[in-house]
Structures are given as C-alpha cells and as structure tokens.
C-alpha cells in the first residue's frame, strides 16, 4: 500500500489529474482490465472506487489515476512517493470479457481516458482492431494521449475549446465513423468510460446505429464487494449492483437519469467538506 | 414470595438519544447478586439446551452468588469466548431466557419473570475484562504445525479463530473490510456495543496469536486453492450474509433510500455520525421511514433518530412494519429502547411505491393496510393487504431492512463449492464441512441469517470437526 511513483498528468485550469504507482503484490497478480480497486487515504475518510489502469505483477504494484474531485481525492493527491494508504482492496468487479470482436471504437473522456487504457491493451492483445476517441475540455487537460496511440490503430481527439484535434466532442466523430462504417457493418463494439452525459451520449448514438455498446459505471460506493447496495443501478428495468455486477454494463439499458440523480446524492456534503478542510 | 427481576440501569432516554453511547448500563456488583439469587438453581436447568453453545449457564450463575465472578468468568468462557459481546447482543429472550422456566410460557419470548441470563452474563464477561482475566492457554503440540485460514471476522470467524489458537494451531483471518469484526462492527451500532468492548476481544485473539488480514477478499484477491498452496491444512468460511434485499416495488432507487447495510454501514463502521470529522457522509431526512422488524430495523431506526436530534431536526423516525408488534423478530428489549428514545411504530403497513421530487429524491411512501392472516412457513401470521386501503406518508428518507441474501464473491469463482437455491453453503451438518474437503463453514452464509451466538454455535462445531481433519493431515 506503499506509493512507489508518482506523476502530475496535468494540472491546468484547477483540473489535478493524477497517476500513483501503489506497491501490492495480490491485487498485481489478479488484476484485470476492467477491474477496480477501493481504498482509503486515512483511518476517518471514505472509501472510494478507482479503475486499476495498470498493473505490473512481476514489480507487484497497481498504478492508478484520479482526478481530484472531493476531499478524499484531493487528500490522496497530497501524499507523496513513500507515503501509505490506509487502505486497498481489489481487485473488484468483473473484469471486462476480452476476446477477438473484430473492429472495436473506445472512447474516453476526460479522467475516463486512463480507465479505456488498459481495456485498449487487453483488446489490442486480442486481436482487435482499435480506434480511440479521446475527448479532453480543453489541450492541456488530455492525458495519455502517446500511450493510446502506442496501444491502439487509430487515435481521434477532440476538445471542448478546438485548443487541440476537432472542436467538439467525442460523439461527433463517433457518428461519423459508424455512418461511414454503417453497410459495412465494420464495427461490432464501442466502450465507453467518461462523464456521465458522455456515456449517456455514446449510449444513444450507439444506439441509433445499432451497434453495441458497453460502459464502465462510476456509481458511489462504500464496501465495493455487494454488501451495502449504495451502487445500485437500474439496468433493462433491473436493478443491478455496479460493484458485483458490474463496473461495466449495456449502454442501451442504463437508466442513465437515474445514475445521474444518484451519483448526486452527497453534492453538498461533498462541498461542505472540502471548504472545511480548505482544500482546493 | 418471588423475588422482582432486577432492572438493568439506562442512560436516559432522552440524553442517551442524542449520542452513540451505550445505552444499557450493565449490572452493578450488587444488582448482579440480587439477580442470580433470583436463579433456583433447577436441578435439571432447561436453560442451557436454550443456548446454541451450551453455555453452563446455571453454573455460572452459582459462581456469581458465590462471589467467585473468576470461576464464572471460565465457565463461561469454557463455551463462548465472548461473554461482553453476546451478553450484549444476544436476543436472550428467543434462547435461554425463553427456556427458562421462571419465563411464562404464553409468549414467543421470554416473559420478564426469565432470569436475566445475559445482563448477568454481561456482568461476567465485563469482570474478566476489567481484570484482565486470560483462559490458560491449552496449547497442544500436535497442532503446532497446523495453519488454518479463516475467511471473514465475523461472530463465526472469530469463534472459530479463538478456538483453533487457543489449541495451538496458527490462525489467519482474512477481512474484506479494513477492520476485523464484521457484522459487529459495520452492522451493530456503538450505542449497542462499544467499540472498546470489540477491540477487547479482538485484540484478546491477537494476543493468543491469531492473525487479521484486511483489506482482503477471498475469491478476488485470493482463491481457496491458493490458500490451501500457501500452506493453510484448512479453511473456515465465516462470510456472513452479505447482499441487502430491497422491496422490489417501485421507486425505490431513489435517493435517500438506503438498504439497511448501507445506512448502518455508513455510521458504524466509516463513522458518519462524526462527520465532518469522519469524512463519509450519510443524508439524514425530517421524515424517517425505516421498513423492518428485525433488530436490523430496530438499530437503523433508533441511529437515524439520534442522527436527527444530533442535527437538531425534530425527532420524526418510524417503523413500518407489515406484521404487529407480537411478531416482530427484534430483541424485546431492542424494540422497548426504541420506543423509550422516541422511535414510533406503525404496524400492518405494506409500502407499495416511492414517489420523488424533480432532483429524485424520495418524498413520500405510497403503502397499503394489512391484516394478519394465517399463519405462514415461518410460524407467524401472514400479513395480508386490504384492497382499497392505500394511503401516503411523508417521507424523505427511508431504510429498507428486510432481510440479506447471500454474497456470491467466493461461491461465483469456486464453483465447486456447492450451494442451496438461496446461494447459501451446503455443509454437513454433523461436521460443518462443505462439498470441498477441508473447507468448513458457519454463520449466516450457512442457512440464512441468524444470530451473532448460532453464528458461534455453529462455528464452534466447525472448529472441532477442524481439528480432526488436521489431526487426520
């Protein structure tokens, strides 16, 4: 639980994004794509859920990235190289099914584009032919970008602000690959991790062209292992639990206004905290 | 003339309500005299076949008129390794309490005539505690060598952990979460067990030898066989039942509905009630509805009250519950408590739907009247809802706490360990054995949820039948 490296990505515009290499020798050795770690800075703070994007079980760390949102992400940017977590566990959820699907698109957004990463190597591994849809607000915010395009076949990259790639977003050029893809056919699978109205976008162009289409949930958790129920989403009309069931789901049958109401639940607690403790 | 049962003293309720502390006060010396002098000393005491550990419960109660709180203490402890959690947590009412034979036999429970077994048990176990009293070590040199992984620190687990070591075998408990416990720390509130009182007995086991691991899952970071590779000669599977049931009616993702686990969770163990010096929050609403009758719904309820008044909102936090209060599963005095601090009960009620605002949180509860019908599998009277009776109530939190089902980490990625249709273990009942050999279980993931002492029970039994097996190795 030891911090071995770590690494700024950016920290432009008030956005700190963030990438720990943490020592852990079990969850190295098991940790899949699609997998996800929960941890703790402290003895009183949260638990909360992040991707595992790398791990390296001959060193035995994970490397994970964040993005500092609330109080337990931004204490986690504060530690430094040496520096313990209090806690970590994993690896958690289903890793993502991996095998040869053909054409593959990923798409990432934001903080969302370390969490397609590891999906893109494991899919790359396959057999599949991958292009990538990276979406930032604004250059200076996009992250991993070499890093892609040594693990995919083909990178698009767009910006809120047009500062870097196309101006606009990532579904734009997901609707112009699957129209020009649409007798052929050509692609069989889109992923998707990003801010929830990305996904819900993605879901819906995805949709319109009959593609499939999966995503990786980032519902609020507690435990992560099923036990508390506070991750539930409602999926086909069902409700699902993201922790066990998931992290990863149909794009087409999220109830993604649900997720969104949901994922809102602790705002201003969130806020409140974060004045509190004064940090920024 | 009878002697009158003594009373155990409580912080008041109204000051008890705004803080986690403990409520019930224990026995003085003096009060735990006049009650096990209550005891008649039966010659044939129907009260231990009332506890699932056999406890030698009339003995103990001797000790204590004698003085000899040591002797009580081990023979206690001779059964059950954790007399202040159980005399705390135990619902002695449906056990030993109800077999005594001072008890009225008119209820489902023990009448207050029963002796106060646990209140005297508590005394005890709190004695040892207070005086550092330590169990002899009876360490044997044929299990020196033994190395027995047990998954889970729940009731089961750590029962089973005490016995092994205490014998001489090395013992390793693998805790998902980051600290050890369990149900007794994530589900049951401090104002019902200090946490002091845990930490005792955990770090008892510590002290005995006995290894915890957090932060670690069995099944995801770890698998059974690569326990039994690293050397472990048995496993002991003390999983606990871990998924929330919900209603199943609609609305009931809204926000500001919680599963029991999560709400009790939340306190318990992430210490939301300190927050924001504990940094996870939990939302606390004007109106509570907490759906249940178990002691589950009696803890989330009288913690959500104190919440309220902690915040200065008005105390407004309810029971809903289909049955009466007769049927209700909680302890007695679970639910006495509850009412004492200003918990209020509605019974015969059914949710039927939530309904939110615009933001999705939850507003109001749609739910129907219910009459007792007859009665069902469970020996209770099945509530049946009228027609036509559909009413609202306010309501912008609620806490669903009917019931668990079982986790499926372990049982998903171990297919050969065999389960029933409710995803529960199959175990030999006569060994505790599962349909992997040298995989043993107990606890709620063993036949559905019961209590922390069956969960004892059937750990112990566990443990015995382990210490063959590795006798057999």
Not at chain 1, 4 to 28: F, M, W, Y
């Amino acid at each position: 639980m030891k911090i071995i490296k770590k690494e700024s990505l950016t920290q432009d515009s008030g956005v700190r994004v963030t990438k720990i290499e943490v020592s852990s020798p079990d969850i190295a050795a098991k940790a899949k794509a699609g997998q996800f770690v929960v941890l703790m800075v402290q003895e009183d703070g949260e638990r909360v859920p992040l991707t595992i994007v790398d791990s390296d079980p001959k060193k035995g760390s994970v490397t994970l990235i964040f993005q500092e949102a609330g109080l337990t992400t931004k204490l986690l940017g504060r530690l430094s190289v040496g520096d313990f977590l209090y806690a970590l566990v994993g690896p958690l959820g289903h890793a993502t099914e991996i095998k040869n699907y053909g054409k593959v698109i990923l798409v990432g957004g934001g903080v969302g584009i370390a969490e397609i990463y590891p999906v893109a190597k494991a899919l790359k591994n396959a057999g599949n032919h991958i292009t990538s849809i990276l979406g930032a607000r604004t250059k200076d915010l996009l992250i991993l970008e070499g890093d892609l395009k040594k693990a995919c076949d083909q990178v698009f990259v767009t910006t809120d602000d047009g500062s870097y790639g196309r101006k606009g977003f990532v579904t734009d050029v997901l609707k112009e690959l699957l129209t020009e893809s649409l007798q052929l056919k050509a692609y069989s699978l889109v992923y998707a991790v990003g801010p929830i109205p990305m996904m819900k976008r993605v879901a819906m162009v995805s949709k319109d062209f009959n593609v499939r289409a999966v995503v990786s949930l980032n519902a609020i958790m507690v435990d992560g292992t099923g036990m508390c129920g506070c991750c539930r989403v409602t999926v086909d009309g069902k409700t699902k639990f993201s922790c066990v069931d998931g992290p990863e789901f149909d794009a087409h049958s999220v109830d993604w206004d649900e997720l969104t109401k949901r994922n809102r639940v602790y705002e201003e607690k969130e806020k409140h905290l974060c004045n509190l403790y004064k940090v920024s | 003339m009878r002697k009158e049962p003594v009373k155990v003293k409580e912080n008041d309720p109204a000051a008890r309500s705004s803080s986690f502390d403990e409520v019930a006060l224990g026995y003085t010396e003096e009060e735990a005299l006049q009650e096990a002098s209550r005891c008649i000393q039966c010659k044939n005491p129907t009260c231990i076949g009332g506890c699932p550990v056999g406890i030698n419960i009339k003995k103990f109660i001797f000790h204590i008129t004698e003085k000899d709180y040591k002797t009580a203490y081990f023979t206690i402890r001779q059964k059950n390794d954790f007399p202040s959690i159980c005399g705390r947590v135990c619902p002695a009412e449906y056990q030993c309490r109800r077999a005594c034979v001072l008890s009225k036999k008119d209820l489902p429970y023990a009448s207050k005539e029963a002796i106060n077994i646990h209140f005297l048990e508590r005394f005890t176990g709190d004695y040892g505690m207070n005086n550092k009293l330590e169990v002899p070590s009876q360490k044997q040199e044929k299990f020196s060598k033994a190395k027995i992984a047990v998954v889970g620190s729940g009731p089961a687990g750590i029962c089973c952990a005490g016995e092994l070591a205490r014998q001489g075998a090395k013992v390793v408990v693998f805790e998902g979460l980051q600290k050890p416990g369990g149900v007794l720390r994530y589900g049951i509130p401090p104002f019902r067990l200090p946490r002091n009182i845990l930490d005792y007995e955990i770090d008892y086991l510590k002290k005995m030898g006995v290894e915890f691991i957090p932060n670690f899952i069995i099944g995801k970071t770890k698998t059974l066989d690569e326990l039994f590779k690293s050397g472990f000669n048995a496993i002991f599977l003390g999983l606990g039942a871990g998924i929330p049931s919900f209603l199943g009616i609609k609305g009931e993702n809204l926000c500001n509905i919680y599963s029991a686990n999560e709400f009790l969770t939340r306190i318990n163990l992430m210490s939301a009630y300190k927050f924001p010096k504990a940094h996870t929050p939990v939302n606390i609403g004007k109106h509570i509805l907490v759906v249940g009758g178990g002691n589950t719904a009696m803890d989330a309820a009288r913690a959500a009250l104190r919440l309220q008044k902690m915040q200065g909102i008005t105390a407004d936090t309810t029971i809903i519950y289909r049955r009466t209060e007769v049927e209700m599963p909680a302890r007695r005095l679970e639910i006495e408590h509850a009412k004492e601090e200003g918990v209020k009960f509605r019974f015969l009620v059914q949710p039927v739907e939530f309904t939110g605002n615009e933001a999705g949180f939850v507003q109001k509860m749609k739910a129907l009247e219910c009459k007792l019908g007859e009665p069902d599998s469970s020996g209770r009277r099945r509530p049946i809802a009228i027609e036509g009776s559909e009413f609202e109530i306010d309501c912008d939190l609620a806490v669903i706490a009917v019931g668990l089902k079982a986790n499926e980490i372990l049982t998903k990625v171990t297919p050969t360990l065999k389960t029933d249709k409710y995803g529960d273990l199959t175990v030999n009942p006569e060994t505790m054995e599962t349909s992997i050999q040298g995989v043993f279980a107990g606890g709620d993931i063993v036949g559905g949820e019961g209590t922390v002492i069956e969960a004892m029970g059937m750990a112990k039994k566990a443990s015995k039948a382990i210490a063959d097996h590795i006798l057999k190795l």
